[in-house]
């Protein structure tokens, strides 16, 4: 699982709490002027990033045109979903201890991703995963397996991705009924595949850099009020917060969530296996490492990204323990179950409360940055799925080789336009869906099947065709199944399917069964293959991988 999920049955009911007060017909027009203003410049911004793409290095990766700093700032945007901003602040505002290891978690991922994948990868390959595996494998079959990965990962991450968005615009803008939520899912759809169509890379780069920006700016924002409402005293915001949880000390402790029994400690270490684990091995963050023009700023790139996030997420303390004390649980539970409305709630209190100037305007900005996140990742998630169905299915699959770049590009709109319909219509029926079972599946299908084919490739010198076919398969077919026989979706009343029981295995997050499972597969198909490793192709591209040499 990554980000704690947006749970969307409940949002409906956080409406009132977040209107509530006189003024809230002001609130909304403030608030849909700011998704008004953003949008119009994120869009101005494509339309002026699609007039300088010309050819397929553009549209794939922005014609490697962004610094390290950059490219961190992007990497930052696709990285940090809306579920980070509202779902971790929610988790902490309910669990304390156990909340701050999400992240904890998304912190040490970027190390995986900076020591093992990021320079080795962007010197390795020139557009998509695929072609790093398919430089020393068969091509066919290994860009057939990477590409059905790819396109699976980004779909379940983008599917909810859209149904948070169509909840939390529905919440944000007073929206009622199924019809309203319904329309909102559709236009976010729409502005998503309009940014990948006409701006390609450079677009979706600029607008999650806008996005990363605004992300940053709200958050330190909030962070400060909150901090100057407690003197700037870590210790005093920390003890309020406790005495208001009801938990009293244990609230600042580890246990509360994840220390009941011996499954809950088993889920957590399953679900923090994926999250560190399965980052390393996400498409829409591993074609972000194709942008930069050398291996140096690729390194640059993740650094930038490591502070900008760790940033991020320290000042989640302030946002967690700052609704608990300020807002309290049982406001936090009574708009959202889940708790992800505490980052907003906390901005109206923040700002002067419910019905007042200063609380309509800070729920404002941050209901426009949460808009934004949800944008900036939907629209880097439907990129990297269209680009891998196009480069790697379209052009070396079907088409082998035969192919020209203009028809490459066009075939990727078309992919992205295809792509974003089937997320607007699983959104559409899928707005009542437990998004942790969407969310987890994703992390860990990258975990299971991405990341063991990336690092037995560029590291292990006897890794063949059929490790990477069982690993990928074995990856995703292993991480699938035991999602759906888990508790995820049925046996208990927060499942997908309350009322079946069918959850033979017990864990939350499969990720401690099939990540293992997936190294042992492309372990185990290498060594039992009739083909013959080529010595000589893994000696090129170990010296690509690094030194840079013959890249690109």
Do not use: C
Not at 14 to 35: C, E, N, V, W, Y
Not at 104 to 129: D, Q
Not at 223 to 228: P, S
């Amino acid at each position: 699982m990554t980000n704690p999920p947006i749970a969307t049955g409940t949002w409906h009911t956080a409406a009132q709490p977040l209107a509530a007060g006189g003024g809230a017909g002001d609130h909304r027009t403030l608030i849909i002027s700011l998704f008004s203003v953003f949008v119009a410049i994120t869009l101005a911004i494509t339309v002026w990033a699609g007039r300088q793409t010309k050819d397929a290095t553009d549209f794939y990766a922005g014609g490697r045109s962004f610094s390290g700093f950059q490219n961190g700032l992007a990497v930052s945007g696709d990285y940090m979903s809306a579920a980070s901003f509202l779902g971790i602040a929610g988790a902490i505002s309910l669990y304390g201890y156990d909340g701050f290891l999400y992240s904890i978690g998304f912190l040490v991922a970027w190390l995986v991703a900076l020591l093992l994948v990021a320079e080795p990868l962007r010197n390795s390959g020139r557009f998509t995963m695929a072609d790093v595996l398919a430089h020393r494998l068969r091509q066919r079959p290994v860009r057939t397996a990477a590409g059905t990965s790819t396109i699976v990962v980004s779909i379940f991450y983008l599917l909810a991705q859209m149904v948070g968005a169509g909840a939390l615009v529905a919440l944000l803008l007073g929206a009622s009924g199924e019809a309203s939520r319904r329309w909102i899912i559709v236009l976010v759809g729409l502005v998503m595949v309009l940014y990948v169509t006409v701006g390609g890379m450079k677009g979706t780069t600029w607008v999650q850099i806008v996005k990363a920006v605004l992300l940053i700016a709200g958050t330190l924002l909030i962070t400060v009020l909150v901090l100057t409402k407690f003197h700037w005293n870590i210790s005093t915001l920390l003890g309020r917060a406790a005495e208001a949880s009801g938990k009293g000390q244990a609230f600042l402790e580890p246990g509360l969530q994840y220390g009941k029994d011996s499954t809950s400690k088993l889920n957590f270490l399953s679900l923090g296996l994926a999250l560190v684990l399965g980052t390393a091995g996400l498409p829409h963050i591993l074609i972000r490492f194709y942008t930069v023009p050398t291996a140096r700023a690729a390194r640059t790139s993740v650094n930038w990204a490591i502070g900008i996030i760790g940033a991020f997420y320290l000042m989640t303390i302030a946002l967690g323990f700052g609704a608990t004390a300020l807002v309290g649980p049982k406001a936090i539970t009574a708009s959202n179950e889940s708790g992800n409305t505490a980052a907003p709630l906390l901005a109206q209190e923040i700002g002067g409360g419910a019905g007042s100037t200063g609380g309509a305007i800070l729920l404002a900005v941050i209901s426009a940055v949460a808009f934004a996140t949800i944008l900036a990742v939907v629209a880097g998630l439907t990129l990297a799925s269209s680009a891998s169905f196009a480069h790697d299915l379209w052009a070396n699959v079907i088409r082998k080789g035969r192919t020209s770049e203009k028809e490459e590009i066009l075939t990727a709109k078309i992919a992205a336009v295809v792509i974003g319909a089937v997320s607007i219509l699983l959104g559409i029926f899928a707005h009542r869906l437990n998004t942790a079972a969407l969310v987890a599946l994703a992390f860990a299908v990258a975990a299971s099947a991405n990341l063991p084919t990336i690092l037995y490739s560029l590291f292990w010198k006897r890794f063949t065709t059929r490790g990477a076919l069982w690993s990928i398969y074995g990856g995703l077919v292993s991480s699938v199944t035991l999602v759906i026989f888990s508790p995820v979706v049925s046996g208990n009343p927060k499942a997908l399917f309350p009322g079946m029981s069918f959850d033979w295995f017990p864990l939350g997050n499969p990720g401690l069964v099939s990540i293992p499972l997936g190294f042992l597969l492309g372990w185990a198909g290498s060594l039992l293959s009739r083909e013959a490793a080529d010595p000589q192709k893994y000696a090129e591209l170990e010296v690509r991988s690094l030194t840079g040499y013959g890249a690109h």
